[in-house]
Protein backbone atom coordinates (compact mmCIF):
# COMPACT_ATOMS: atom_id res chain seq x y z
CA UNK A 1 0.00 0.00 0.00
CA UNK A 2 1.51 3.58 -1.21
CA UNK A 3 1.81 5.53 1.78
CA UNK A 4 0.16 9.02 0.92
CA UNK A 5 1.41 12.85 2.05
CA UNK A 6 -1.38 15.21 2.16
CA UNK A 7 -2.35 18.49 3.65
CA UNK A 8 -4.53 18.97 6.84
CA UNK A 9 -5.60 21.92 8.73
CA UNK A 10 -6.10 21.18 12.44
CA UNK A 11 -7.69 23.51 14.86
CA UNK A 12 -5.53 24.71 17.90
CA UNK A 13 -6.07 26.05 21.22
CA UNK A 14 -5.89 30.03 21.13
CA UNK A 15 -3.04 32.05 20.97
CA UNK A 16 -1.25 28.44 20.79
CA UNK A 17 -0.16 28.57 17.05
CA UNK A 18 3.79 28.70 17.71
CA UNK A 19 3.24 26.11 20.59
CA UNK A 20 1.32 23.78 18.02
CA UNK A 21 4.25 24.28 15.38
CA UNK A 22 6.66 23.67 18.05
CA UNK A 23 5.34 20.51 19.42
CA UNK A 24 4.25 18.79 16.21
CA UNK A 25 7.74 19.58 14.77
CA UNK A 26 9.02 17.78 17.90
CA UNK A 27 7.08 14.04 16.67
CA UNK A 28 8.81 14.90 12.65
CA UNK A 29 5.13 16.67 11.39
CA UNK A 30 6.22 18.65 8.55
CA UNK A 31 4.11 22.05 9.39
CA UNK A 32 3.12 25.03 8.00
CA UNK A 33 2.15 28.05 9.84
CA UNK A 34 1.83 31.06 7.68
CA UNK A 35 2.68 34.31 9.39
CA UNK A 36 2.65 38.03 8.91
CA UNK A 37 4.39 40.96 10.48
CA UNK A 38 2.20 43.30 11.80
CA UNK A 39 2.95 46.88 13.62
CA UNK A 40 1.25 46.92 17.24
CA UNK A 41 0.44 50.26 18.74
CA UNK A 42 0.21 50.06 22.29
CA UNK A 43 -0.48 53.42 24.55
CA UNK A 44 3.47 54.32 25.19
CA UNK A 45 4.91 52.39 21.84
CA UNK A 46 4.75 51.04 19.13
CA UNK A 47 6.38 46.89 18.44
CA UNK A 48 6.35 44.78 15.12
CA UNK A 49 5.08 41.28 15.77
CA UNK A 50 4.88 38.00 14.29
CA UNK A 51 1.27 36.84 13.85
CA UNK A 52 -0.50 33.55 12.27
CA UNK A 53 -2.44 34.85 9.09
CA UNK A 54 -5.26 32.19 10.29
CA UNK A 55 -5.98 32.43 14.26
CA UNK A 56 -6.09 28.88 16.02
CA UNK A 57 -4.96 27.63 12.71
CA UNK A 58 -2.26 25.39 11.26
CA UNK A 59 -1.33 22.85 8.48
CA UNK A 60 0.40 19.77 8.27
CA UNK A 61 1.67 17.61 5.34
CA UNK A 62 0.95 14.19 6.69
CA UNK A 63 0.32 10.93 6.27
CA UNK A 64 -3.11 9.52 7.88
CA UNK A 65 -1.26 7.97 10.89
CA UNK A 66 0.83 11.17 11.70
CA UNK A 67 -2.61 13.27 11.20
CA UNK A 68 -3.87 11.03 13.60
CA UNK A 69 -0.74 11.46 15.69
CA UNK A 70 -0.71 15.39 15.71
CA UNK A 71 -4.02 15.20 17.09
CA UNK A 72 -2.44 14.36 20.08
CA UNK A 73 -0.11 16.94 20.52
CA UNK A 74 -1.41 19.24 23.75
CA UNK A 75 -2.07 22.67 21.81
CA UNK A 76 -3.79 20.97 18.92
CA UNK A 77 -7.74 20.85 19.71
CA UNK A 78 -8.62 18.53 16.27
CA UNK A 79 -8.19 18.61 12.71
CA UNK A 80 -10.84 20.46 10.34
CA UNK A 81 -13.21 17.54 8.77
CA UNK A 82 -15.58 17.98 5.73
CA UNK A 83 -18.35 15.41 5.22
CA UNK A 84 -16.91 13.49 7.99
CA UNK A 85 -13.87 13.33 6.84
CA UNK A 86 -10.19 15.24 7.57
CA UNK A 87 -10.79 17.94 5.09
CA UNK A 88 -7.19 17.76 2.84
CA UNK A 89 -6.20 20.99 1.59
CA UNK A 90 -5.18 21.14 -2.06
CA UNK A 91 -1.76 21.33 -2.42
CA UNK A 92 -2.09 24.43 -4.33
CA UNK A 93 -3.71 26.59 -2.10
CA UNK A 94 -1.05 26.25 0.43
CA UNK A 95 1.48 27.24 -2.18
CA UNK A 96 -0.39 29.77 -3.25
CA UNK A 97 -0.74 31.07 0.16
CA UNK A 98 3.05 31.02 0.57
CA UNK A 99 3.47 33.21 -2.92
CA UNK A 100 1.39 35.73 -1.74
CA UNK A 101 3.09 36.13 1.95
CA UNK A 102 6.63 35.98 0.01
CA UNK A 103 5.81 39.03 -1.71
CA UNK A 104 3.73 41.17 0.64
CA UNK A 105 2.58 41.41 4.37
CA UNK A 106 0.04 43.96 3.52
CA UNK A 107 -2.66 41.02 3.65
CA UNK A 108 -6.21 40.48 5.20
CA UNK A 109 -8.39 37.69 6.03
CA UNK A 110 -11.71 38.24 5.79
CA UNK A 111 -13.93 35.39 7.87
CA UNK A 112 -17.30 34.27 7.07
CA UNK A 113 -19.65 35.78 3.88
CA UNK A 114 -17.82 37.75 1.93
CA UNK A 115 -18.71 39.81 -1.00
CA UNK A 116 -19.60 37.78 -4.64
CA UNK A 117 -20.93 34.71 -2.33
CA UNK A 118 -24.62 33.00 -3.26
CA UNK A 119 -26.61 33.56 -0.17
CA UNK A 120 -30.13 32.48 0.94
CA UNK A 121 -32.25 35.26 3.11
CA UNK A 122 -33.62 33.43 5.93
CA UNK A 123 -35.15 36.10 7.86
CA UNK A 124 -37.48 38.84 6.94
CA UNK A 125 -39.60 40.20 4.47
CA UNK A 126 -37.34 38.98 1.96
CA UNK A 127 -36.76 35.50 3.52
CA UNK A 128 -36.41 32.15 1.01
CA UNK A 129 -35.06 34.75 -1.78
CA UNK A 130 -31.80 34.61 -3.04
CA UNK A 131 -28.88 36.65 -3.96
CA UNK A 132 -25.44 37.40 -4.27
CA UNK A 133 -23.29 39.38 -1.67
CA UNK A 134 -23.12 43.39 -3.10
CA UNK A 135 -20.54 44.73 -0.20
CA UNK A 136 -20.29 44.19 3.33
CA UNK A 137 -20.31 47.59 5.94
CA UNK A 138 -19.82 46.89 9.76
CA UNK A 139 -21.92 44.53 11.09
CA UNK A 140 -24.55 44.41 8.11
CA UNK A 141 -24.11 43.14 4.57
CA UNK A 142 -25.71 44.34 1.33
CA UNK A 143 -26.83 41.94 -0.74
CA UNK A 144 -27.80 42.31 -4.25
CA UNK A 145 -30.56 40.38 -5.28
CA UNK A 146 -31.18 40.17 -8.85
CA UNK A 147 -34.25 39.89 -10.87
CA UNK A 148 -32.79 38.21 -14.30
CA UNK A 149 -36.00 39.10 -16.38
CA UNK A 150 -35.39 42.68 -16.17
CA UNK A 151 -31.34 42.57 -15.95
CA UNK A 152 -31.46 44.70 -13.30
CA UNK A 153 -30.70 44.34 -9.61
CA UNK A 154 -32.18 45.54 -6.40
CA UNK A 155 -29.57 45.78 -3.27
CA UNK A 156 -30.81 45.81 -0.19
CA UNK A 157 -29.49 46.13 3.60
CA UNK A 158 -30.04 43.09 5.67
CA UNK A 159 -27.88 41.92 8.83
CA UNK A 160 -25.38 39.38 8.76
CA UNK A 161 -27.59 37.08 10.88
CA UNK A 162 -30.55 36.85 8.46
CA UNK A 163 -28.42 35.53 5.26
CA UNK A 164 -26.73 32.09 5.25
CA UNK A 165 -24.22 30.51 2.21
CA UNK A 166 -25.72 28.33 -0.39
CA UNK A 167 -23.22 24.95 -0.76
CA UNK A 168 -21.62 24.83 -4.36
Known amino acids: ?3 VNNWYALYTKPRAEFVAEQQLNEVGITTYLPTIQRLRKWSDRKKKI ?7 YIFIYSTEPQRSLACEAEAVVRTIFFGGKPSIIPASQIENVKKILSRT ?3 NVIEGIVKGTLVKIVDGPFADIEGVVYSQLNDESMLAVSIELLNRSVIVQLPKNSIVKIAS
Open 50 to 56: IEPLFRS
Open 105 to 107: NDV
Open 1 to 3: MEV
